[in-house]
Structures are given as structure tokens and as C-alpha cells.
């Protein structure tokens, strides 16, 4: 029997070319945030959610800590919000990512529901199931009762080339395409699942922060990525920080001050000019028009990413 303490979950490889034939199953890749659920059987207490690196993330979704009637359970999954258009939006969720008081919790899940789309099985009624084929952990998950848990398990699909087109077509995030036979095995990137994401959208560490001109409110973030020669500067990006995004950044980048730049590049004068530099920690997502280029093009900020580290980067859209 797998222990009680959920595992990491494992992860997708980018690929280059939606993989052909009867070996593989094709899914949609979900714009939210990676979890394990896990039910304990001899407690009692409920649905357990854990982030992709393993924080308690329980009492941020409520409305999905209702356990199905078969009991002592791991299962993995994307946490989801949709937006206006009805499409999944990682930006929905990030309101809600940081709250943790009982009375403000409740009232966004009531504002801003999230569904929980279950797409493995790790543990099915105290047996260990990672070492199966996903046609038999598919199986298994398809059998549960889920009337009522907030959670939903989404459909495969045969024709993964259709449903890259289709996905792109919706405006969703891209697809995740997975061999039959491929084990789970937590905490490991495999080839044996494929990411195609459509979006140009990645993660990047903060190095700085901008006020706005003439004031002191918190404007634009200075982002890198992480290199094998340290954090190379990327861009200044101030597009997406309304009012609300500005507060609750202002209160994260709260202590993380230095007196020097932790790019090792040399940031242009009309980014660095009236910089605070940070200590690089802090991780969020960028969207941006075009890959590529040494700067973002037109970026826009997205959300902090406090699921993530920057040891993370480069698998940050997992």
C-alpha cells in the first residue's frame, strides 16, 4: 500500500510532433493548477490537496474537498476556473490561490467555482495502481462515483492531430498525449507523456520591480529565466498589473529587497533606472507575442506562480 503522504506527480516532456497510432491516447492540457487528491480511508478527514511540489493546498478549494463514496484514494488532476468566454483561465484562479481565510475562501468559491478535472489514479481503495497501464488506472477512474466532489474525469481521445486543431481553435491551452502502457511514476519526467501547448505563455523569476512614474505604487516586474549562467534578464513587463495584482505583489516583494541586480546580463538603462532589485524567489507567468527572441515581445503578466519554484522553470507549465 502506498504511504498516506501523496507523492509528486509525474510529468509531461515537451514533444515536437503529436505522436500517431494505436499506443497512445490524447488528452486536453488544462490552463490551471496541478494537484493530488488524496482520501484517507482510516481517518476519516476528508479530501487532502497538495500542490505539484507538494504544499497543503486544501483550504484554498473547498467546494472540491467532498471525497467520492469509495474511499482511500490518490488521484491526480487539474484544478480549473473558467473564464468569461467559458474557457479554462489560470488568471480566474489566481485571486483565489493566496487566500486563506475561512469567510474570504468561501465567499470567492462561491464567486469563482473550480472544478477539478481527475485525470489518473495513483491509489484505488488502499492498492497501489502506478505500476499498472493507464488503460486499467483509466478504467478504474472512470468507474468512481463523482456526483457531488467538484471533480470530473475528462475524456480521451483516439485522433490526437484533431484535437491539437480542435483545442487550438477553442483557444485552450494545447493537448497531452500518453502511451497506454505507460506506468505512473511520481516525480519523473518521462517521454512516455507529450505536452503541445499553443499558447506562448511561460513562467519567469522576478528580479525588480518599477513603481508607476511620478508615484510609489508597484508597475511593472523585471523577469528572468533561469540559465546554466545564472538568471538571464528577459524583460520588463507592466501590461496585466491592475490595482488588485499590484497590492498583493507589493506585499509579496516585501523583505525580498537587495542592493544589486540578480541578472547576471546587463539590464538596459531604461529598464534598470529606478529599479528595486529583489532577491530572485518569487516565480509568475508571462504571456508573450512570439517565441524566441532574447526579450519578451508585448508580454503580459498572468499570475504568480506560487506553485512553483525557480529550480521549476523550464517544466513550468505542467
Known amino acids: 500500500m502506498m504511504g498516506l503522504v501523496p507523492l509528486l506527480p509525474m510529468l509531461a516532456t515537451a514533444g515536437s510532433h503529436v505522436p ?4 497512445w491516447c490524447h488528452e486536453v492540457k488544462w490552463d490551471g493548477v496541478r494537484a493530488l487528491a488524496t482520501v484517507d480511508a482510516s481517518t476519516g478527514a476528508g479530501v487532502r490537496l497538495t500542490s505539484r511540489n507538494g504544499n497543503d493546498i486544501t483550504g484554498a478549494w473547498p467546494e472540491l474537498t467532498t471525497p467520492p463514496p469509495r474511499r482511500d484514494l490518490v488521484v491526480d488532476g487539474e484544478i480549473i476556473a473558467l473564464n468569461e468566454r467559458g474557457l479554462p483561465d489560470f488568471r480566474v484562479l489566481a485571486e483565489r490561490i493566496h487566500v486563506r481565510k475561512a469567510t474570504a ?4 468559491a462561491e464567486r469563482v467555482p473550480a472544478t477539478f478535472m481527475v485525470f489518473d489514479l495513483l491509489r484505488d ?4 495502481v502506478t505500476g499498472r497501464p493507464l488503460t486499467e488506472r483509466r478504467e478504474r477512474l472512470a468507474a468512481l462515483d463523482l456526483a457531488g466532489t467538484g471533480w470530473q474525469v475528462p475524456s480521451t481521445y483516439d485522433d490526437g492531430a484533431m484535437l491539437f486543431d480542435a483545442t487550438r481553435a477553442q483557444g485552450l491551452e494545447g493537448i497531452v498525449s500518453k502511451r497506454l502502457d505507460s506506468r505512473y511514476r511520481p516525480g ?10 499553443h499558447r506562448h505563455r511561460a513562467s519567469y523569476v522576478v528580479g525588480g520591480w518599477r513603481p508607476q512614474t511620478g508615484g510609489t505604487h508597484l508597475a511593472a516586474l523585471l523577469v528572468g529565466e533561469p540559465t546554466a549562467g545564472g538568471l538571464a534578464y528577459r524583460g520588463r513587463v507592466g501590461s496585466g498589473i491592475g490595482p488588485k495584482q499590484s497590492k498583493l505583489l507589493t506585499q509579496l516583494v516585501a523583505g525580498l529587497a537587495r542592493s544589486s541586480s540578480p541578472f547576471v546580463d546587463e539590464v538596459p538603462k531604461v529598464d534598470a533606472q529606478g529599479t528595486n532589485w529583489l532577491e530572485p524567489v518569487l516565480v509568475v ?3 508573450t507575442h512570439g517565441l524566441g527572441y532574447e526579450r519578451l515581445r508585448q508580454p503580459s503578466y498572468q499570475g504568480l506562480r506560487s506553485d512553483l519554484a525557480p529550480d521549476d522553470l523550464g517544466n513550468a507549465d505542467d
Open 285 to 287: 507567468d508571462i504571456d
Open 188 to 197: 519523473e519526467r518521462t517521454q512516455h507523456w507529450l505536452k503541445f501547448a
Open 20 to 23: 500517431t497510432g494505436d499506443d
Open 125 to 128: 481503495g488502499g492498492e497501489d
Open 105 to 108: 475562501v468561501a465567499r470567492l
